[in-house]
């Protein structure tokens, strides 16, 4: 859980989202990008512009919900390098744990700022940054909010208990399938993924 009061200025919204699979990074893995508003967030652009031209600097990366909150999960970046910034990025757990599990799954996640197009296709040459999420950023009792988050979103389409829950376990192994697969080098360019 996250403790104290967040911080709403350093919310930063998502616009658009996808993914992309590169033979070269992650092990072939699609990675979630988030297509960022930085309007209100200058110091977070000027950092993706830094990250073109440095090496890759050091971010530190928290998970968490709000015990007042807990229709978001939230992922809070703090960099370290090569320019000090934090920022939050809220998702809704009523139709985001994909991007979640994602970011999860693949270890990691392309933030594209907006200006660098509002569909992740149009950003694919453009300024982006990859972050990436080790191991240790864990988000505890992923699975058990992820199955509860779906659950929530299917009741009511009058399904039985158990077709509920087989459709809830066929989501979720879907999921992971998505995340998990591979482009290998024979498979050529980057591939951008819905």
């Given at each position: 859980?996250?403790?104290?009061?967040?911080?709403?200025?350093?919310?930063?919204?998502?616009?658009?989202?996808?993914?992309?699979?590169?033979?070269?990074?992650?092990?072939?893995?699609?990675?979630?990008?988030?297509?960022?508003?930085?309007?209100?967030?200058?110091?977070?652009?000027?950092?993706?512009?830094?990250?073109e031209h440095t090496p890759p600097g050091d971010v530190i990366i928290k998970w968490g919900r709000n015990l007042f909150h807990k229709k978001h999960a939230y992922l809070t970046l703090e960099f370290q390098q090569p320019v000090k910034n934090s920022i939050t990025i809220c998702f809704a757990l009523s139709n985001q744990t994909i991007l979640v599990d994602g970011i999860i799954r693949s270890r990691g996640v392309y933030l594209q700022p907006l200006q660098s197009g509002c569909k992740v296709s149009d950003g694919l040459q453009k300024p982006k940054i990859l972050i990436e999420v080790p191991p240790s950023a864990t988000f505890p009792s992923w699975d058990k909010l992820?199955?509860?988050?779906?659950?929530?979103?299917?009741?009511?389409?009058?399904?039985?208990?158990?077709?509920?829950?087989?459709?809830?376990?066929?989501?979720?192994?879907?999921?992971?399938?998505?995340?998990?697969?591979?482009?290998?080098?024979?498979?050529?360019?980057?591939?951008?993924?819905?």
């Amino acid at each position: 859980m996250l403790k104290g009061k967040l911080d709403s200025k350093r919310f930063v919204p998502i616009v658009s989202d996808g993914g992309i699979g590169h033979p070269d990074i992650a092990d072939g893995r699609i990675i979630p990008v988030l297509v960022i508003d930085c309007v209100n967030h200058p110091q977070l652009y000027d950092l993706i512009l830094i990250h073109e031209h440095t090496p890759p600097g050091d971010v530190i990366i928290k998970w968490g919900r709000n015990l007042f909150h807990k229709k978001h999960a939230y992922l809070t970046l703090e960099f370290q390098q090569p320019v000090k910034n934090s920022i939050t990025i809220c998702f809704a757990l009523s139709n985001q744990t994909i991007l979640v599990d994602g970011i999860i799954r693949s270890r990691g996640v392309y933030l594209q700022p907006l200006q660098s197009g509002c569909k992740v296709s149009d950003g694919l040459q453009k300024p982006k940054i990859l972050i990436e999420v080790p191991p240790s950023a864990t988000f505890p009792s992923w699975d058990k909010l992820h199955r509860a988050a779906l659950l929530k979103r299917y009741a009511g389409t009058g399904l039985s208990n158990a077709q509920l829950k087989e459709l809830v376990e066929q989501r979720m192994q879907h999921s992971a399938e998505l995340w998990m697969a591979r482009r290998s080098k024979m498979q050529g360019e980057p591939q951008q993924e819905a």
